[in-house]
C-alpha cells in the first residue's frame, strides 16, 4: 500500500515537471516568433533652402602689412615712433648714423669734378689736335709736308678722341659711383610707405643693425594698415574646391563672441602646405584670405576666429535630415545573379567580389520600414537635398543614430515615437 503511494506521488511530480517544461519551450517558440519592433523618430520630406557651407579656423590679419628693413649698416640714431602709433605715409620712422655715407658722398663728388676737369684737358687736347690735324691737312694737299707727318697728325688726332672719350666715360663713372653714394645716405632715413599702425616694433634706439643691396636687411619694425583687416583660413584639399572668390562668409572672432562679421573671399591660394610629411598624420591645406567688411570693431592682428564659408545655395530643393542618410548594401533584385565589382559575373573560384555600398534613407509605411536608395546633393548642418529617390511627404526615419545606421532593414517593423524630438530630448536608445 505504501509503495503504491510513493508511485502516485512520483508520478504527480514528474506530470508536474513535464507540464512547466512544455510551457517554457511554447513560450520560448512564440516569442522567436513575435517581431522586434524598433522604436524611431521620423520627420517628413519637405522643400527647404539649403545652404553649403565651409568651415575653417584661422587668424584675423591686415590685409596690408610692410615690414620696415635695413637697407645700410649703422647705429640707429633716432626712433620716434612706438609700438601701436598711428602714423602717416611720408612719416619718419628710423634713422641710421649717416656720418659714413655722407663721407662716402663727399669723395664721389671730388671724384666727379676731377673726372671733369679731366674732361675738359683732353677736350682742350682734342681741339688742339683737329686744328693741327686740319692745318697739316691742308699743307699736305699741297705737297709742302711729308707723308710721314702727315701721318703723325693724323695719329695725334686719334688719341686725343680717344683720350676724350675715356674722359667722358670717367665723368659717367664719377657719376654713377655720385648717385650709388647717395642712394646709401637717403636709406639712412626711413619714411613709412603707407597710412597705418606700427603693429610690432623690433629694434631699440642705439641698436647696430645691417643691411646690403643683396640680402634681407634687419627687420626694425612693421607697418600695418589696420583699416582693411582680412581672416586667414587654411582650408583642407577636400573642401577648398568647393570655394570661389566672391562666397560670402560669416566670421566668428574669439575675442567679440556675441558677434557675426561678414566677410568676403577674395583670394585663394594656388599652392597648398603639407604639414606631417610622410607620416599618418599628413595634412595640405590652402591658404583662403576672406576680406572682413565690418568697419565698425576693433579688431587686431593675430586673433582666433572661425569662418562659415557660403559655398553654395539652393532654394526649394526636397531635403531631409542629414542623418536620415545612411549606407547599406544594395537590395538583391529578384532573379538576379551575384556580380563582381566590375559588373561582371562572379569570380570563378566560387565567391563573390564586395559589391559597393549605397546611400539610402529609411521610409515608414504602415508601421514597417522600406529602404529607398537616394542621390544627395548639397548639405548643411542640418538638412541634406535629395536630389532623386524621394518626394515630398514620405515620412523618413531621423532618429535614432542606432536604428539608422545598425538596426533598421529593408522591412523591420518600427514604432514612432517622436515625443523626444518635440521636447528636445534625447531618448536612451539614441545614446548607445
Request: proline share 2%; glycine share 6%; no cysteine.
Given at each position: 500500500m505504501a509503495n503504491n503511494k510513493k508511485s502516485k506521488k512520483k508520478l504527480f511530480i514528474f506530470s508536474g515537471?513535464?507540464?512547466?517544461?512544455?510551457?517554457?519551450?511554447?513560450?520560448?517558440?512564440?516569442?522567436?516568433?513575435?517581431?522586434?519592433?524598433?522604436?524611431?523618430?521620423?520627420?517628413?520630406?519637405?522643400?527647404?533652402?539649403?545652404?553649403?557651407?565651409?568651415?575653417?579656423?584661422?587668424?584675423?590679419?591686415?590685409?596690408?602689412?610692410?615690414?620696415?628693413?635695413?637697407?645700410?649698416?649703422?647705429?640707429?640714431?633716432?626712433?620716434?615712433?612706438?609700438?601701436?602709433?598711428?602714423?602717416?605715409?611720408?612719416?619718419?620712422?628710423?634713422?641710421?648714423?649717416?656720418?659714413?655715407?655722407?663721407?662716402?658722398?663727399?669723395?664721389?663728388?671730388?671724384?666727379?669734378?676731377?673726372?671733369?676737369?679731366?674732361?675738359?684737358?683732353?677736350?682742350?687736347?682734342?681741339?688742339?689736335?683737329?686744328?693741327?690735324?686740319?692745318?697739316?691737312?691742308?699743307?699736305?694737299?699741297?705737297?709742302?709736308?711729308?707723308?710721314?707727318?702727315?701721318?703723325?697728325?693724323?695719329?695725334?688726332?686719334?688719341?686725343?678722341?680717344?683720350?676724350?672719350?675715356?674722359?667722358?666715360?670717367?665723368?659717367?663713372?664719377?657719376?654713377?659711383?655720385?648717385?650709388?653714394?647717395?642712394?646709401?645716405?637717403?636709406?639712412?632715413?626711413?619714411?613709412?610707405?603707407i597710412d597705418g599702425v606700427v603693429s610690432q616694433l623690433i629694434s631699440e634706439l642705439g641698436e647696430r643693425v645691417s643691411g646690403s643691396s643683396f640680402t634681407q636687411g634687419t627687420e626694425i619694425m612693421s607697418v600695418a594698415d589696420l583699416s582693411r583687416m582680412e581672416a586667414q583660413v587654411d582650408v583642407g584639399e577636400n573642401d577648398v574646391v568647393l570655394i570661389s572668390v566672391g562666397d560670402t562668409s560669416l566670421i566668428d572672432v574669439d575675442a567679440y563672441p556675441n558677434r557675426k562679421l561678414k566677410g568676403i573671399v577674395y583670394e585663394i591660394a594656388n599652392t597648398g602646405t603639407t604639414t606631417g610629411s610622410g607620416t599618418q598624420e599628413e595634412v595640405t591645406t590652402f591658404l583662403v584670405k576672406i576680406r572682413v567688411l565690418d568697419k565698425d570693431i576693433d579688431l587686431r592682428p593675430g586673433m582666433s576666429m572661425t569662418a562659415d564659408i557660403q559655398t553654395e545655395t539652393k532654394n526649394n530643393v526636397l531635403a531631409v535630415p542629414i542623418q536620415s542618410v545612411t549606407t547599406r548594401m544594395p537590395k538583391m533584385q529578384e532573379g538576379a545573379k551575384p556580380q563582381g565589382a566590375n559588373g561582371g559575373a562572379k569570380p570563378g573560384n566560387g565567391m563573390t567580389a564586395p559589391e559597393k555600398q549605397e546611400e539610402v534613407v529609411f521610409v515608414v509605411e504602415n508601421g514597417k520600414v522600406k529602404q529607398l536608395p537616394v542621390k544627395r546633393g548639397i548639405s548643411n548642418d542640418s538638412y541634406v537635398e535629395i536630389v532623386s529617390g524621394v518626394k515630398e511627404g514620405l515620412e523618413v526615419v531621423s532618429g535614432s543614430y542606432k536604428a539608422i545606421n545598425r538596426d533598421l532593414e529593408d522591412g523591420s517593423a518600427v514604432r514612432i515615437d517622436n515625443t523626444a524630438k518635440r521636447f528636445g530630448m534625447v531618448s536612451k536608445e539614441a545614446s548607445n
Open positions: 515537471i513535464g507540464v512547466v517544461v512544455i510551457v517554457l519551450v511554447l513560450v520560448v517558440l512564440l516569442g522567436s516568433k513575435r517581431e522586434n519592433i524598433i522604436s524611431v523618430q521620423t520627420e517628413k520630406v519637405t522643400h527647404r533652402t539649403i545652404t553649403q557651407v565651409v568651415t575653417a579656423s584661422g587668424k584675423i590679419q591686415p590685409e596690408t602689412t610692410v615690414k620696415i628693413n635695413a637697407e645700410v649698416s649703422g647705429e640707429i640714431v633716432s626712433l620716434p615712433v612706438k609700438e601701436g602709433q598711428k602714423i602717416r605715409k611720408g612719416d619718419l620712422l628710423v634713422r641710421i648714423k649717416p656720418d659714413q655715407y655722407q663721407a662716402q658722398v663727399d669723395q664721389a663728388q671730388a671724384g666727379l669734378s676731377s673726372a671733369k676737369a679731366a674732361l675738359a684737358l683732353q677736350s682742350a687736347s682734342l681741339e688742339k689736335a683737329q686744328t693741327e690735324f686740319n692745318r697739316g691737312k691742308d699743307l699736305y694737299s699741297k705737297k709742302l709736308i711729308s707723308d710721314q707727318d702727315f701721318i703723325t697728325l693724323k695719329t695725334s688726332l686719334e688719341i686725343a678722341k680717344a683720350q676724350y672719350q675715356s674722359a667722358e666715360a670717367g665723368v659717367a663713372q664719377a657719376g654713377a659711383s655720385l648717385k650709388q653714394s647717395k642712394e646709401a645716405l637717403y636709406k639712412t632715413t626711413i619714411y613709412s610707405p
